[in-house]
């Protein structure tokens, strides 16, 4: 007989602790604030477990379906999967107590109370969407998923004047100087990675953090913005509303049946691709469900995988994707990748010439629609996804409440 890890006896279990902060951010983080526990249990029963989950998925991704982009430029052999896997988990789990030694020590300058233990609390569970996120390193074509890692910025913004006791005229300085903090924890954290797995993916790079001036018309009282590169940015107000929404149940969405996704995979696509094999199925962690139906589509040499993606109750956390404007661009001999937001959609689009690869994909509202393969190009796998239609699968997805 198993039992589910716990927090601290009288606590919730760790996928109720994951769900509840997930869904319910403000109701769990009162919960949290007054919850008798120690350092060592917060990250014995709950960092380390999921940090452990996300680098077995890694390992997978790593050793059965091999990183590049969207597509499988490269396969680790199962021992140089289970090195990088260890050291993903360490430097996770050494990322996220760094974090609250800082939150600790830079509390007294934003009108805070300093207090150990509850500065970890803040930073161990304010990373449990960006730790799950981990979970979509098992499946390359759901790589554009693990943006709902940005989630946790929601869950700090929350958190922070709930246990740290931050007054409200300090709060958007606290917060942004957090982030900037762990940004650059996960900056040094990827070079280490990367030095034994060749590939740093632990944080978001080359994003920056910066605090505009206060925007006094924002109708929720929160005023401020976070600058991204490429002139996007989050509104902070957008924060204060995705936690109402959480704390309501809004986003509190199941996942459709697998099968219903099949129907939007048409037999044929544009460019001469016939469809040869179709799959579908369910996945998550955390009773985070996700619904995913895939089709692979061929002609003559060239191959492209069609996959859409219901995320469930993750839905409503890729709307933070959409608030902040992400666009990132590299260019170089080999190809290029490039992501946008267009419409409150996240769009990414890769090439390699080297490894005759090609990708497009849409991050959309509840739904992701990605096409990927080897001897075809962008505008193939661009046309393949609009011929689809997000908005077709939005809308037909969509559910009520």
């Not at 050291?87 to 300058?109: C, D, H, K, W």
């Not at 985070?288 to 859409?308: C, H, K, L, P, W």
């Not at 994707?321 to 992400?326: I, Y």
Request: aromatic share 6%.
């Amino acid at each position: 007989m198993t039992t589910e890890p716990s927090v601290n006896a009288g606590s919730p279990g760790l996928v109720d602790r994951a769900k509840n902060i997930l869904l319910q951010p403000r109701a769990e983080w009162d919960r949290i604030a007054v919850e008798p526990t120690d350092i060592g249990k917060l990250y014995m029963g709950y960092a380390l477990p999921l940090a452990a989950l996300a680098a077995i998925c890694m390992i997978i991704g790593f050793t059965v379906f091999g990183v590049g982009g969207f597509g499988v430029t490269l396969r680790f052999s199962p021992v140089d999967a289970v090195v990088a896997g260890v050291v993903q988990l360490i430097m996770a789990v050494v990322g996220v107590f760094v974090v609250g030694i800082i939150i600790n020590a830079l509390a007294p300058n934003f009108g805070s109370t300093p207090d150990q233990l509850q500065a970890h609390k803040v930073s161990v569970y304010s990373y449990t969407a960006s730790l799950l996120s981990g979970v979509f390193m098992i499946y390359p074509p759901l790589g554009p998923l693990g943006i709902l890692g940005l989630y946790s910025f929601v869950l700090l913004y929350l958190g922070l004047p709930r246990l740290m006791k931050t007054p409200e005229d300090k709060r958007v300085g606290y917060f942004v100087t957090i982030i900037v903090v762990a940004i650059v924890v996960g900056f040094v954290i990827g070079i280490v990675s990367t030095a034994v797995r060749g590939a740093a993916n632990f944080a978001s790079p080359g994003v920056t953090f910066g605090q505009s001036a206060p925007d006094n018309s924002s109708s929720s009282g929160v005023d401020g913005t976070i600058t991204l590169p490429g002139g996007g940015s989050v509104d902070l107000s957008e924060l204060e509303k995705m936690g109402e929404a959480y704390s309501s149940g809004e986003v509190n969405v199941a996942a459709i049946d697998p099968t219903q996704l099949q129907g939007f995979l048409p037999q044929a696509l544009p460019g001469g691709f016939t469809q040869t094999s179709l799959s579908s199925g369910t996945g998550g962690a955390m009773g985070m469900n996700a619904s995913q139906a895939e089709a692979v589509y061929t002609r003559g040499d060239a191959r492209m995988t069609v996959t859409i993606v219901h995320m469930g109750a993750m839905g409503g956390l890729a709307s933070m994707a959409g608030a902040m404007g992400v666009q990132q661009s590299r260019q170089d001999a080999d190809g290029f990748s490039r992501t946008n937001t267009v419409d409150g959609r996240v769009i990414t689009e890769e090439l390699s010439r080297s490894a005759n690869h090609a990708s497009y994909g849409v991050v959309g509202r509840g739904v992701a629609l990605t096409a990927e393969g080897s001897g075809i190009t962008v505008e193939e796998a661009r046309a393949a996804v609009e011929a689809i239609g997000v908005q077709r699968v939005e809308a037909a997805t969509a559910q009520p409440g």
